[in-house]
Every structure is written in structure tokens, then in C-alpha cells.
């Protein structure tokens, strides 16, 4: 059974820091890329960092580059997003995401929700001002 289970969400102040993991179990690590989405309400969901597991190769959006650093580790099959300086308008439900890996991590970042293969449960991060 494919498992994405994210954590790591929660409240902080603006300035702050949080890291969210992603543990996966039922597919081979390798094998897929992994992406972190967040949506709030009345939005559609975006692809925030994306990290293919071949290369290793890494997208993020603009609003988050030289903020967020996605990463994994194999051994754990589990991918994290460390998230610095954090504003207010990061506050959202952050998912993490599965896909096969046959792409650059940009266009896994970009793609429509229906076209990831599997989704964690999400977790949520409150960044006050």
C-alpha cells in the first residue's frame, strides 16, 4: 500500500522556521519524483519545491527560492521541506505529492493536481504576523 505521510506543520511567527517531512512506504524511492503543494482557500493548489529521485534534481517556485530547501533521504524514504524566513503569506495546507519520474522537477512543480500520482494527507502551517 503507497503511504505519504506528512508532518511537521504548525504555528510561528513571521521570521520563523518550521520542517515538514514527508515519509513514504509502498513504491521505490528512486523510482519517483516528490513534490511539496500548498493551497488556501479559494486557491488552487501550487507546487512550492520539487525533487526528482534519480538526480536528485530540484525546482522551487519563485516566491519561496532562497527561503525553502527541499531534500531526502534514501535511506528513509522521506523528503523534507526546511522552510526559513517565513511570512505570513506561506500560511496554507501543505501536501506532498508522489509521481513517476520521467520529468524535470520544474514541470513535476508545475503540473495539475490529477496528474500526481499519489497525495499525503497535508499539514498545516500558520505563520502570524
Known amino acids: 500500500e503507497v503511504q505519504l505521510q506528512a508532518s511537521g506543520g504548525g504555528l510561528v511567527q513571521a521570521g520563523g522556521s518550521l520542517r515538514l517531512s514527508c515519509a513514504t512506504a509502498?513504491?521505490?524511492?528512486?523510482?519517483?519524483?516528490i513534490g511539496w503543494f500548498r493551497q488556501v482557500p479559494g486557491k488552487e493548489r501550487e507546487g512550492v519545491a520539487c525533487i526528482k529521485g534519480s538526480d536528485s534534481d530540484t525546482h522551487y517556485e519563485d516566491s519561496v527560492k532562497g527561503r525553502f530547501t527541499i531534500s531526502s533521504d534514501h535511506t528513509k524514504n522521506t523528503v523534507y521541506l526546511q522552510m526559513n524566513s517565513l511570512k505570513p503569506e506561506d500560511s496554507a495546507v501543505y501536501y506532498c505529492?508522489?509521481?513517476?519520474?520521467?520529468?524535470?522537477?520544474?514541470?513535476?512543480?508545475?503540473?495539475?493536481?490529477?496528474?500526481?500520482?499519489?497525495w499525503g494527507q497535508g499539514t498545516l502551517v500558520t505563520v502570524s504576523s
Open positions: 509502498g513504491f521505490t524511492f528512486d523510482d519517483y519524483a
Open positions: 505529492a508522489a509521481v513517476v519520474d520521467w520529468t524535470t522537477a520544474e514541470v513535476i512543480c508545475g503540473m495539475p493536481t490529477y496528474e500526481l500520482d499519489y
